[in-house]
T-cell receptor, first 113, second 110 residues
């Protein structure tokens, strides 16, 4: 089945630890996105990538890092510099950078204790 | 930078009534997309509008793109319990950055 997969669904980490969230797609999409969702704040863009080895900061990139070494993979690292990392993280992809629909993964709920 | 704003944040609707949610951008958009997220789920694409003044319908849902391509609306008629969820608009300007509004969370009273 084609789709976009995020893992794990739930993730717990201790404060001060870096954590990497996985996002894989087999849709052959060029563009990939990471969003953070908090109650009442919608989807805020963290990073986005149009092609392999290229990515851009979104609106709330501080405390996060990404890589795009393969077309199908766009992992997000939440670093210890992120002051409030507990949130629901959504990865998305689209075939042509937002000109057509974006497909979302199931999301990862990160809790930092 | 580009900002997409959406109102209202919450919409409590009596079953059978109509309502509208509005989306406004600080910049001119290349297109506007609408998504629906059911409770506990992830956003799912509903529709895309590209042309100035464009109107599209999906059964009881009517989507409109403003003449200046800076605003959009979603109107739902005869609300049903299946309409529960959060509706997001998303806009793209000149690059491939896809920015979402804060969403309108809809609850329905039976």
């Amino acid at each position: 089945d084609g789709g976009i997969t995020q893992s794990p669904k739930y993730l717990f980490r201790k404060e001060g630890q870096n954590v990497t969230l996985s996002c894989e797609q087999n849709l052959n999409h060029d563009a990939m996105y990471w969003y953070r969702q908090d109650p009442g704040q919608g989807l805020r863009l963290i990073y986005y990538s149009q092609i392999v080895n290229d990515f851009q900061k979104g609106d709330i990139a501080e405390g996060y890092s990404v890589s795009r070494e393969k077309k199908e993979s766009f992992p997000l690292t939440v670093t210890s510099a992120q002051k409030n990392p507990t949130a629901f993280y959504l990865c998305a992809s689209s075939i042509d950078g937002g000109r057509t629909e974006a497909f979302f993964g199931q999301g990862t709920r990160l809790t930092v204790v | 930078g580009q900002q997409v704003m959406q109102i209202p944040q919450y919409q409590h609707v009596q079953e059978g009534e109509d309502f509208t949610t509005y989306c406004n951008s600080s910049t001119t958009l290349s297109n506007i997309q609408w998504y629906k997220q059911r409770p506990g789920g992830h956003p799912v694409f509903l529709i895309q509008l590209v042309k100035s003044g464009e109107v599209k319908k999906q059964k009881r849902l009517t989507f409109q793109f403003g003449e200046a391509k800076k605003n959009s609306s979603l109107h739902i008629t005869a609300t049903q319990t299946t309409d529960v969820g959060t509706y997001f608009c998303a806009g793209r300007s000149n690059d491939y950055k896809l920015s979402f509004g804060a969403g309108t969370t809809v609850t329905v009273r039976a």
